[in-house]
């Protein structure tokens, strides 16, 4: 899987994204809307999962690198609902997009960039009828990427978490849509 904007290249990931890709999923700064960073470990599981879900189904979230020097900029792309938080999601939307970027490039229009490229994967090429994103209510940088990419609140679509415990602060979530404008 590869696609590319004007500034970036959106590709499958490489065993060699590990350190980077756990630099990013390990600073707190990053992390502040998630309920905790990742490990070195967990971040190899997760880079692990990602690369048998782009095999068996063709697509998942990817790494994002700038394109002028291949330097690993964080994660953006597609990925399938897990079961149980489909099910808290009115409509039970089956893909969502999402990105975490590395804090030296917040800021410089690239989660933008990124996503409206995976949407248009995602709406030209998989022919997806919607594709959703969400994330903690408190989490207003994200928001704004997803309404610069076309994406509307749907707040009757909000929803507690299932994954985090009832009295967790990160629980309560947003949700918005965009709907496939080549239907």
């Known amino acids: 899987m590869r696609l590319e904007t004007e500034r ?9 994204d590990h350190a980077a890709l756990a630099a990013v999923l390990g600073d707190s700064e990053v992390r502040r809307f998630y309920p905790s960073i990742a490990t070195p470990e967990q971040t190899r599981a997760q880079l692990e999962f990602s690369i048998e879900k782009q095999a068996a189904v063709g697509f998942h979230f990817g790494a994002a690198e700038l394109k002028s020097t291949g330097q690993f900029v964080g ?16 409509g039970e939307p089956a893909v969502e997009i999402g990105w975490q970027f590395d804090k030296a490039f917040w800021g410089q229009g690239l989660a933008p960039e990124g996503a409206r490229a995976w949407l248009d994967y995602g709406f030209a090429t998989l022919r997806l009828p919607e594709i959703v994103a969400f994330t903690f209510a408190g ?11 076309g994406m509307v609140r749907d707040a009757d679509a909000d929803f507690e978490h299932p994954r985090l415990a009832p009295e967790h ?11 496939n404008p080549r239907r």
């Open 8 to 16: 970036l290249i959106l590709r499958s990931w490489e065993s060699r």
């Open 75 to 90: 994660l953006v792309g597609l990925g399938y609902i897990p079961d149980e938080t489909r099910a808290a999601i009115r």
């Open 139 to 149: 989490n207003l940088p994200s928001q704004r990427v997803m309404t610069k990419i």
């Open 169 to 179: 602060p990160l629980r309560s979530h947003v949700v918005y849509r965009i709907a």
